[in-house]
DNA sequence: ACTCGTGTTAGCTG
DNA sequence: TCAGCTAACACGAG
């Protein structure tokens, strides 16, 4: 699920109800999840501070973290949602205040039941309440202090200016570029296609060939996208993404969508209009 | 049994 | 050195 409005949804749920809550243990036994840090390492860095801010930079957050008595501010804790990553805050008395089931979510699943080991990474707050990580695949990350540096402008707040400068260049597949996180970050996989699909772009074109006009165009269509699905509860509810199966028909003109591999993912596209 | 995947990245190639 | 591409990562779901 996680691209840049799943992240969002996730760093407004610590802000509104992870903030300000004292942390008394950490689980940080997963050193998978939790590399390159051996286990302890984040439970010793954080036990006795409180996390006092929630940041997002395209699919990666972060908490500011309150300092102890006499010594600097604490370090950041970063946090990466990876291919099936969750945030569940719970209340004192452990009920689920944000982040929804986490087994029955927007991905529709609803027969399994979650299992212990899929919390991958545990605050555990003075009042009994917890911020966990739950992610099934363990392609999430935890880790202390994160390298931002990496990481292009966010995709929700880049100027069109600073886009086109940034998108419409290289040979490489327009898709490709859209989804390179050092360019642009925070789009992945389904908003790059309901994003060129709103701009009626094909996936396949080389982004040095877009016209000013086009990429002012894409950016637009890129807003629109991305607010739509912060605004309804994920990519998942983009208007072409329901279309991305076999057979499945562009749902502004019928035609046919086709699909195929663009920069490495599954790419889906409409044979009319984005000139298949 | 076997393939796929809403993400990231080390490593290879030209 | 850079831009671009592929495989690998972990593991559940179909």
Redesign the pocket.
């Known amino acids: 699920?996680?691209?840049l409005p799943?992240v969002e949804l996730a760093r407004s749920t610590i802000e509104e109800a992870g903030l300000g809550r004292t942390i008394v243990d950490v689980d940080d036994a997963d050193d998978?999840v939790c590399r390159p840090h051996a286990p302890g390492e984040i439970r010793a860095a954080l036990v006795g501070r409180r996390l006092t801010a929630a940041h997002r930079r395209?699919?990666?957050m972060w908490c500011d973290t309150s300092q102890e008595d006499g010594e600097d501010a604490g370090p950041r804790l970063g946090l990466?949602?990876?291919?099936?990553g969750r945030i569940i805050v719970r209340t004192a008395e452990g009920g689920t205040v944000h982040g929804g089931d986490p087994?029955r979510g927007?991905?529709?699943?609803d027969?399994?039941v979650a299992?212990a080991?899929?919390y991958r990474f545990t605050l555990v707050f003075e009042d009994g309440g917890s911020l966990r990580l739950f992610d099934?695949?363990?392609?999430g990350?935890v880790r202390l202090d994160p390298?931002l540096e990496?990481l292009g402008p966010d995709a929700a707040e880049i100027g069109v200016a600073d886009f086109r400068a940034r998108v419409g260049?290289?040979?490489?597949?327009l898709k490709?570029?859209l989804?390179?996180?050092s360019v642009l970050?925070?789009?992945?996989?389904?908003?790059?296609d309901e994003t060129l699909w709103q701009a009626r772009q094909d996936p396949h074109r080389?982004?040095?060939e877009l016209s000013a006009d086009e990429l002012t165009a894409l950016h637009r269509s890129l807003r629109t996208a991305t607010e739509a699905a912060v605004r309804h509860g994920?990519?998942?509810t983009g208007e072409v993404i329901s279309h991305?199966v076999k057979a499945g028909r562009c749902p502004r003109c019928g035609a046919d969508m086709a699909?195929g591999?663009v920069?490495?993912?599954?790419t889906w596209w409409c044979t009319a209009e984005q000139q298949g």
């Open positions: 699920m996680p691209e799943e998978w395209g699919k990666t990466h949602l990876g291919m099936s087994v927007v991905d529709g699943t027969a399994a299992k080991e899929w099934k695949r363990r392609l990350r390298d990496a260049r290289g040979t490489a597949p490709a570029r989804l390179d996180q970050a925070g789009v992945g996989n389904l908003l790059a080389p982004a040095g994920g990519v998942h991305r699909t591999r920069g490495g993912r599954t």
